[in-house]
C-alpha cells in the first residue's frame, strides 16, 4: 500500500533587505522629544526595475530613518483621473509613515486624497485624511521592493503589497476602494483604506487639517463585522481625540508605551490588545 504523500509548506520568501529603510527593526526608545525638530530631509529612492517609481524617505542630518512616502497619481482602477502638474492637476492618494527619532510613541500612517472642487480647484482645505495607528508596535514600518511589489511591514509585523509602479494595493492586510472623486467636498468620503489585520487599529478623519485635533477616534480589533455598531460585542469604540493626543504644541500620542495604551483600552473600551507572534527576522541597528 502506498504510503499518503504528506503534504509540502509553501517554501518561505527569501527577500533581501538592503536598503536601511527596508530592514525590520525594533524601535529605538518608547519617547520622542515634545519638541518636533525640523531636521529631516526627503530624498527619492528608485526601485531596482526601472519602471517601478520607488518611493520617497525621510532622513536625518544624524543618517537616521524615521520615515518613507509613496503616492498614487492615478491612470488606474483606484484613481482613474491622472495627475498632471503642467495642468494644475493634482489628484493623488498618498501614504505616508512617519516614525519620528525612531520613537515607539508616534508611529504612524496618514492617507491623503486630493481631488478638486466644483470650480476644478485643487485646496488644502478639501484634503481627505485619514490617520492610523496600528498595535501592538513591536516593529518601525518597513518598505522593501520585491520585482512588481513593493512590501510594506506595519508595526504589528504584518504585511501590505503595493503595486510597485502605481502604488495601488494589491494585497496583504489592506484593501481599498477608489479614491472620491466627487467634486462636493462636504459630501466626499475618506480614504477608503480597510485594515484586514488581527492588530487593533486606532483611526482618526478630518477634511484639510491634522486628523489628531479635535476629532472623534474609531479603535477596532482587526476587522469588525459589516453589522457592528460598537461596544465590547465586536470589539469597537469611538474616543475624543484629546483623550489620545495632546492638543497643544507637538500632536504626540499620550501613549508611548503599548502597556499604557492597554490600560486605557480596558478601562475606556472594555478590550485589550491582542498577542500577535512574527516570524520576520529583526536587525538590530547600532
Known sequence: MREPELSKKPP????????????????GKNSPSRVVDYNTLIATRSSAAPQNSGWRYRITR??????????????????LPRRDASKNQF??????????????QDIHLMVSDWVPSRDRVFRLSE???????????????????????????LPTGEAI?????????????????AVDVNPDG???????????????????????????????ATITVGTPPENCNGGIACNRCQVPSKELWY??????????SDAEFEQFLIARCGFGLPKLTSDIPVTTLQ
Open 12 to 27: 518561505h520568501e527569501v527577500i533581501v533587505r538592503m536598503l536601511p529603510e527596508s530592514v525590520i527593526a525594533e524601535p
Open 127 to 153: 484634503i481627505m485624511n485619514s490617520l492610523m495607528l496600528f498595535f501592538p508596535r513591536k516593529f518601525l514600518p518597513a518598505i522593501v521592493n520585491v520585482g512588481e511589489r513593493n512590501i510594506v511591514n
Open 62 to 79: 544624524r543618517g537616521e530613518i524615521v520615515g518613507f512616502e509613496f503616492s498614487n497619481y492615478g491612470g488606474n482602477r483606484i484613481l
Open 91 to 104: 489628484y493623488t492618494r498618498d501614504f505616508q509613515f512617519r516614525f519620528d527619532e525612531r520613537a515607539r
Open 247 to 256: 492638543q497643544t504644541g507637538a500632536e504626540r500620542f499620550k501613549f508611548s
Open 186 to 216: 462636504g459630501t466626499r468620503k475618506f480614504p477608503g483604506i480597510e485594515y484586514r489585520g488581527k492588530g487593533v487599529l486606532l483611526r482618526v478623519d478630518a477634511r484639510g487639517k491634522d486628523p489628531r485635533i479635535a476629532t472623534i
Open 161 to 177: 503589497e503595493f503595486d510597485a509602479s502605481t502604488h495601488e494595493i494589491r494585497g496583504g492586510v489592506f484593501s481599498e476602494a
